[in-house]
C-alpha cells in the first residue's frame, strides 16, 4: 500500500496524532501492552489444595471416623488434609511470586510525534496511527510501517530464532520466511543498527507477538504425570483399603460376632491402617525440597509438579539461539589469498587471538591482515562493552559488526588510533538491495574507500586482489579459489563477510561529495573474507553427551537456515552428519504419519514458525514421548505451554516465554536442564522409597486386627485406631521426609527415562514392603505384644484386655513397630548399594526425624493428658533394651540381602 494511502487509511499524518484523537483511541484500543493469561482468583488457587482424590479421601475418611464417635481421629485425619493444602499453597504462591519478580520490567518509553513535537511517552500509550522514532538500541514497541530508514537493521530472535538481523528500508520486499517484510518492524524486536521513523499499524494483542501470546494463552495444560500417578494411586489405595476393611465388617459380624457398630469402629481402624494419610505432605515436601534444589542450581519451577515432569522427560525440543548457542556472533576463520587464519577465544570478550599454524600472529606486521583489519574496525558502527570476568557483554549495533570489533581487539588492531589518522568523512549505507555497506576515510592525500559485504555481491565489483600487500588483476583461479573458501565455511553453517577496499588521491571536498554508490564501489581490491558463528554455549557439550547417556533424545527446532542448524548440532553432538533436515516449508507438506516415521530418526527442524513447533510438541506427545520444550522468544511459547514441561530462558527469554513455562532458567545455563532432569528422576525414587516405606508399616499394623479377628476376640486388640494414626501421620512421616531429600544414587542418569506405563506402586515395591519389611515388622511388633503378655503370666493367664497391663502391651507393639521404621528407613535409602558405603549418617533428616520420633513416642506414653487419647502408658527400662536391639538385625538383614544382589547382577554381566 502506498504510504499516503496507509496513513490516510490510519487518519494521521507524518507528524502523528493529535492528543485528544490519541485519547481517544486508547479508549478504544487499550494499552499497548501484551495481556497475561487471567489468572485465578487466589480463593481457588488455594481450595484447589484441597479437592485431590487423596484429599477427598481425607476427608471422607474423617467424616466416617466422626459419625462412628472417634471424634479424635477425624479431626486428626482433617488436620493432616489442612496442613498439606496449606503448605501446598505456600510453595507455589512463593514459586509464582518469584516468578512475577523475575517478569517484572521497567517501563519503556518512546519518542512519539504528537500535536507536531516529539514527546518521551510510555510505550504502553502508544495507539494506531502514532508515529515515533527508532534508533540503535531502541525496542521496537508496536507493529509499525516505516515511513524513514536510514541503515536499519532489525533483530527479531525473539519471533524467528534468526541470529543475523533483518535489513529494514522504507522500500517493501517480501524478504526470506516470516516476518521478513522489508517495511515493517515488529513489537518485541530491537534496532540493532541505524535510524528511524515508522507509523503504528497494530499495538497490543493485535500485534504480531501478541497473536502468538494469545495462541499460547489458549492452550489447556494437561495434568502433569505425576498427578495421573498420584490419582492412580490413589484409586488404587482406596480401593484395597476398603476392600480389607469391607472383608474385615463382614468377618467381625460373621465370624467373631461383634456388634454392628463395634465393627464397623473395627473396619473403620483397618482402612485407616491402608491409607498413607502421610503420603499427601510426604510428596508436597518432597517436591518442594526438589523446587529449592533447584533454585540453587538456577532453576526456578513454577509448579511443584514439574520437578518429576522433568525426570521422565523422554524428548526435549530445543531452541537453537541463545538456548544452545550464545547468541553471540563470533568470527572463527579469516581468509586471505596468502592463506587461512584461525581465531580463538568465543564471544563478545576479548579473550582470544588470530592464529596462524596454531601461532598467535601480529597483524600490524601482516600487511593484508593488518587492511583487513583496518576495513573491519573503521567500516563498523557498532560499541560493545565487555566485561573479562562475567563474560558478557553490551552491544549498540549488529552482532555481525560487534563480532568484527571483537575480533579487532583480539587481533591487537589499535582501532582508537587508526580513526585518528584516518576519520571517517562519509558513508554509503548498507542496504537489503545490493549487501554492501562503505565508509570513506581520508588519510593526508589519499582517500580509502572501505567496503564489506555478501560475497556474492562484492565480488563483481572487484578487478584486483591484494596479495603480500600488492595488488594486481583478480583472475578466474583468484575468483574461483574464493569462492571455494566461501563454500567450505557455508558447509561448516559459518557465515561469511567478503572485505575489500579502493585507494585514491584525494582532491577536494568536491570529489567526497560526489562518491556514490555507482563511482565508488567500484574496481575494489579484494582483501579476505571472515568467517564467523554463533558459538555453542561452553557447557552445552556435557548437557548433551549426559541426556544421550540417559536415553534423552535432542531435538533442535530452529528458525535459523538449513546448514547453521545442522553445523552447530553435529558440533555439539546432538545430532550426526547424516541427520535429517526439515523445513518449514517441507514440515507443512508432511503428514501426521510421515511426522512420526521421521522423528523416531535423527532429526533437526529449520526455518520453523511458531505454529509449526507446537506441531512437532503436538506430535511427539501423540507418539508417547513426554516433552520437555526450551526457548527464550515469543515465538517459542506455544510449544511451552503445550509440552509437558517448558522451559524459558530468564536472562534473555521473553515475558511471554516465561509466562508460558513451567520452569524458567534464571541464568539461561541448558546445563540446569539436566541436572532438572537428575533432580527429577531422584524425586520419584525418592517417592518410591517413600512408599516402601510408609506401606511396610501397614502389615504390622494390620496383623494385630487379623490376630483379634481370627482368634474371635481371643487376642485382645495389640494396636488401638489412634496408635495406627500415631504411625501413620506422626513417627512416619519425618523419616519419610528425610527419605524425600535423598540424593540421587550413581548411575541414574545413566537409565533410560521410565516407561509410560511404569508406576510408582509396582509389583516389586508391593512384594518388598508387604512380603519382606512388613513381614519382619510384624513378627517383631507382634513378639513385642506377646513379651509384655509372658511378662504377666500368659499362657498361664489370660491375655490383658484392659488396664495398664493392657495398655503397656498396646504401647510395646507401637513402640516396636517405630523401631522397626527407625530400620526400614536405613533400608530404603538404597535400592541395591549399601547403606555403609553410602554413609550410616550421610543424611541429617532421617536422623533427625529418627530422634523425633522417639521423642514423640515418650511424649506419648509419659503425658497423662495424651496417655488416655492414645491409650498408652510409661515403658519400663527392659523393654527400651529390647526395642533398641530391633533395628540392628533388621538393617542387617537387609545388607545380606543387598549383597547377594549386587553379586548376582555382577555374576550375570559377566
Not at 478504544?28 to 482424590?53: A, D, M
Not at 570529489?511 to 582483501?527: H, K, M, P, S, Y
Not at 514392603?769 to 499362657?795: D, H, K, Q, R
Not at 530404603?828 to 543424611?843: A, V
Request: with cysteine.
Amino acid at each position: 500500500m502506498p504510504m499516503n494511502d496507509l496513513l490516510e487509511s490510519l487518519k494521521t499524518s507524518e507528524l502523528g496524532l493529535t492528543e485528544g484523537e490519541a485519547t481517544k483511541r486508547q479508549q478504544k484500543y487499550g494499552p499497548n501492552t501484551i495481556h497475561r493469561e487471567k489468572q485465578q482468583s487466589q480463593l481457588l488457587v488455594f481450595l484447589k489444595n484441597f479437592i485431590s482424590l487423596m484429599a477427598i479421601l481425607l476427608w471422607v475418611s474423617g467424616i466416617i471416623a466422626m459419625l462412628s464417635g472417634s471424634i479424635e481421629l477425624g479431626i486428626a485425619i482433617w488436620a493432616v488434609n489442612i496442613i498439606n493444602g496449606v503448605f501446598s499453597y505456600w510453595q507455589e504462591h512463593r514459586a509464582a511470586k518469584a516468578t512475577d519478580s523475575l517478569m517484572a520490567m521497567l517501563p519503556t518509553y518512546t519518542r512519539v510525534y504528537r500535536d507536531g513535537k516529539v514527546k518521551q511517552l510510555n510505550a504502553l500509550d502508544l495507539v494506531p496511527g502514532d508515529v515515533f522514532d527508532l534508533q540503535a538500541g531502541n525496542a521496537v514497541p508496536a507493529d509499525a510501517r516505516l515511513i524513514t530508514a536510514t541503515s536499519m537493521q532489525v533483530d527479531q530472535s525473539a519471533l524467528t530464532g534468526e541470529t543475523v538481523p533483518e535489513s529494514k528500508s522504507v522500500a517493501f520486499a517480501s524478504g526470506e520466511g516470516k516476518y521478513a517484510e522489508t517495511n515493517i518492524v515488529y513489537a518485541g524486536t530491537a534496532v540493532g543498527a541505524g535510524t528511524g521513523r515508522a507509523v503504528v499499524i497494530a499495538t497490543g494483542m493485535n500485534t504480531e507477538f501478541g497473536k502468538i501470546a494469545s495462541l499460547t494463552q489458549k492452550q489447556n495444560k494437561e495434568s502433569s504425570p505425576l498427578q495421573l500417578e498420584l490419582n492412580r494411586l490413589t484409586k488404587q489405595i482406596s480401593l484395597i483399603a476398603m476392600g480389607i476393611g469391607i472383608l474385615f465388617f463382614i468377618t467381625a459380624i460373621f465370624f467373631v460376632h461383634y456388634p454392628v457398630d463395634q465393627s464397623f469402629i473395627f473396619a473403620l481402624g483397618m482402612i485407616v491402617a491402608f491409607i498413607p494419610e502421610g503420603l499427601l505432605p510426604t510428596v508436597t515436601l518432597s517436591l518442594a525440597q526438589g523446587v529449592q534444589k533447584m533454585a540453587r542450581r538456577h532453576a526456578l519451577v513454577k509448579d511443584l509438579n514439574s520437578v518429576e515432569t522433568l525426570g521422565e522427560t523422554t524428548v526435549i525440543c530445543s531452541d537453537k539461539t541463545g538456548t544452545l548457542t550464545q547468541n553471540q556472533m563470533t568470527v572463527n576463520h579469516i581468509w586471505l589469498p596468502t592463506g587461512e587464519y584461525t581465531v580463538s577465544g568465543q564471544g563478545y570478550v576479548n579473550n582470544g587471538q588470530v592464529q596462524r599454524n596454531d601461532q598467535p600472529v601480529d597483524c600490524t606486521s601482516t600487511t593484508d591482515l593488518n587492511r583487513l583489519m583496518s576495513i573491519a574496525a573503521l567500516n563498523n558502527d557498532t560499541k560493545v562493552q565487555s566485561d573479562t570476568q562475567s563474560k558478557k557483554a553490551k552491544i549498540l549495533g549488529t552482532p555481525t559488526e560487534a563480532a568484527l570489533v571483537i575480533l579487532c581487539e583480539k587481533a591487537g588492531f589499535d582501532t582508537a588510533h587508526t580513526l585518528k589518522i584516518m576519520p571517517r568523512i562519509k558513508e554509503l549505507p548498507f542496504d537489503s538491495r545490493r549487501k554492501m555497506m562503505t565508509t570513506i576515510h581520508r588519510e593526508n592525500d589519499q582517500l580509502f574507500i572501505y567496503v564489506k559485504g555478501a560475497l556474492s555481491d562484492l565480488l563483481a565489483h572487484c578487478t584486483t586482489i591484494q596479495e603480500n600487500g600488492i595488488s594486481r588483476a583478480i583472475t578466474a583461479a583468484d575468483k574461483k579459489a574464493i569462492n571455494a573458501a566461501n563454500e567450505k565455511y557455508a558447509a561448516k553453517g559459518l557465515r561469511s563477510l567478503t572485505f575489500a577496499y579502493r585507494e585514491v588521491p584525494f582532491k577536494n571536498q568536491n570529489q567526497v561529495d560526489g562518491l556514490e554508490i555507482a563511482n565508488a564501489e567500484r574496481q575494489l581490491t579484494f582483501v579476505g573474507l571472515t568467517a564467523m558463528s554463533d558459538p555453542p554455549r561452553p557447557e552445552i557439550y556435557d548437557a548433551v553427551k549426559k541426556c544421550h547417556e540417559a536415553s534423552i533424545k535432542i531435538i533442535m527446532v530452529t528458525g535459523d537456515s538449513q546448514l547453521t542448524a545442522k553445523s552447530i548440532a553435529t558440533e555439539i553432538g546432538l545430532t550426526s552428519n547424516q541427520a535429517r533436515v526439515v523445513t518449514g516449508k517441507e514440515l507443512d507438506e508432511m503428514s501426521d504419519a510421515d511426522l512420526k516415521k521421521a522423528l523416531k530418526g535423527e532429526i533437526i527442524f529449520a526455518r520453523v514458525a511458531p505454529e509449526q513447533k507446537y506441531k512437532i510438541v503436538s506430535t511427539l506427545q501423540t507418539m508417547g514421548e513426554v516433552v520437555a520444550s526450551t526457548g527464550d522468544g515469543v515465538n517459542d511459547a506455544p510449544a511451552l505451554k503445550k509440552a509437558n514441561i517448558g522451559v524459558a530462558m530468564g536472562v534473555t527469554g521473553t515475558d511471554v516465554a516465561k509466562d508460558a513455562a513451567n520452569m524458567i532458567l534464571t541464568d539461561d545455563n541448558f546445563a540446569s536442564i539436566v541436572a532438572a532432569v537428575e533432580e527429577g528422576r531422584a524425586v520419584y525414587s525418592n517417592l518410591q522409597k517413600f512408599l516402601l516405606y510408609i506401606f511396610n508399616s501397614n502389615m504390622p499394623e494390620a496383623v494385630p486386627s487379623a490376630l483379634f479377628l481370627f482368634s474371635r476376640g481371643l487376642i485382645p486388640l495389640p494396636l488401638t485406631i489412634m496408635q495406627i494414626l500415631t504411625v501413620d501421620l506422626g513417627t512416619d512421616m519425618l523419616p519419610a521426609l528425610g527419605l524425600g531429600s535423598e540424593k540421587a544414587e550413581p548411575g541414574v542418569m545413566k537409565l533410560p527415562p521410565r516407561a509410560r506405563n511404569a508406576h510408582l506402586l509396582n509389583k516389586r515395591i508391593i512384594w518388598k514392603a508387604f512380603a519382606w519389611y512388613g513381614a519382619i515388622a510384624s513378627v517383631v511388633s507382634t513378639l513385642a505384644y506377646f513379651f509384655v503378655n509372658i511378662e504377666a503370666g500368659w499362657p498361664n493367664q489370660p491375655l490383658m484386655s484392659s488396664g495398664v497391663g493392657y495398655s503397656r502391651a498396646t504401647t510395646m507393639t507401637l513402640a516396636a513397630i517405630i523401631f522397626c521404621q527407625i530400620a526400614a528407613a536405613m533400608n530404603c535409602r538404597t535400592t541395591t548399594e549399601s547403606i555403609f558405603k553410602l554413609g550410616l549418617f550421610s543424611n541429617h533428616l532421617i536422623w533427625t526425624g529418627i530422634i523425633v520420633e522417639i521423642i514423640l513416642l515418650m511424649i506419648l506414653s509419659y503425658t497423662p493428658g495424651l496417655q488416655a487419647v492414645f491409650h498408652m502408658t510409661p515403658l519400663l527400662g527392659k523393654d527400651w533394651i529390647f526395642l533398641c536391639i530391633i533395628p540392628i538385625p533388621i538393617v542387617l538383614i537387609e545388607e545380606c540381602r543387598k549383597w547377594f544382589f549386587r553379586k548376582r547382577h555382577s555374576t550375570s554381566i559377566n
